[in-house]
């Protein structure tokens, strides 16, 4: 790789040179936002469920199995809790936010935090393919409304002890009567409702629509699921000459080697990329 700063202002410059900037955006940004599902904020969230079932992260512990629905809605409340309602805004979403700001930009993202929501990112401009924490969904689907649930999560936590929540608060479909669960992309029972939908179409509208050059700003995508952003951006960039692919990514930034010429890769810390770059605007 080139030096550091030799990337950082040939990155600054396809970005400046675009009409139109595409963010697609992985585990990997929210953590560099602070979102971290491991270490102290595990510890600080999660204390008691680590005693009781020996988690070690935030990640893994969402996989697992509880026996009973009072145990399952007592560890997603504090979830729910620690990565959509404690959050806030951030300095990295937010600064984000201000590199393409006088741009027409797109997102689409795997993560379910609602960090661009939060911090000022334009509704009409963002597809979270994989849901978010903030809703639920009939765990059959028998139906394709989702639910805000803000009041349940503060009214599961305020009545959460040893680990449980009392049966009487545990949700169920107001439709077929089985078990509400977290709009979460994890099996055939997710929901896409009709705003999912009319994302989908705006994303794809707006790749169509793009008379210019282009930048793909793809940060922290790994491969659990490179199929929604990570191959279709490498795809795009292959197949169009106007488009730049900026990689960042501190495990996987390497350029596909069809796309080398075109791509820039970062395996740097996000927050000081961002900040050099704002630097020069
Ligand atoms: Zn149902």
């Known amino acids: 790789m080139e030096r550091f700063v030799q990337r950082l202002d040939k990155a600054k410059e396809a970005i400046d040179e675009a009409d139109y900037v595409i963010i697609g955006a992985g585990a990997g940004l929210s953590t560099a936002a602070g979102i971290d599902y491991g270490g102290d904020r595990h510890e600080r969230y999660f204390k008691d469920f680590i005693e009781k079932y020996g988690f070690t992260d935030m990640y893994t512990s969402s996989f697992y199995r509880f026996e009973t629905p009072e145990e399952q809605w007592a560890y997603w409340a504090r979830h729910i809790f620690a990565n959509r ?3 806030g805004k951030t300095d990295v979403y937010t600064k984000l936010l201000r590199l393409v700001a006088d741009k027409e930009y ?3 993202t795997t993560n379910v935090d609602h ?3 939060l911090n000022g990112f334009g509704d009409e401009r963002i597809f979270a393919t994989q849901g ?11 139906h394709d409304k989702l639910y805000e ?4 999560v503060s009214e599961l936590l305020e009545n959460t002890s040893d680990c449980k ?6 949700p169920y479909c107001p439709v077929c009567g089985e078990e509400m669960d977290v709009n979460l992309r994890k099996d055939n029972f997710f929901v896409e409702d009709a705003k999912w939908h009319e994302m989908s179409d705006k994303y794809y509208d707006f790749l169509n629509d793009i008379d210019g050059k282009f930048v793909f700003l793809e940060i ?3 491969f659990n699921t490179p199929t929604i ?4 951006f490498e795809q795009m960039t292959y197949n169009n000459d106007d488009a730049t692919l900026i990689r960042l990514n501190l495990d996987y930034p390497q350029a596909i080697e069809e796309n080398k010429d075109k791509t820039i890769s970062f395996d740097e810390d996000v927050e000081e990329i961002l900040d050099y770059w704002l630097s020069r605007i």
């Open 149 to 152: 649930n803000e009041e349940l």
């Open 115 to 117: 960090q661009f929501w």
């Open 132 to 142: 978010d924490y903030g809703l639920l969904q009939c765990s059959k689907a028998c």
């Open 229 to 232: 952003i990570r191959f279709p």
């Open 220 to 222: 922290g995508v790994g």
């Open 165 to 170: 929540v009392p049966s009487e608060l545990v």
């Open 85 to 87: 309602y404690d959050v």
């Open 106 to 108: 797109f997102v689409i």
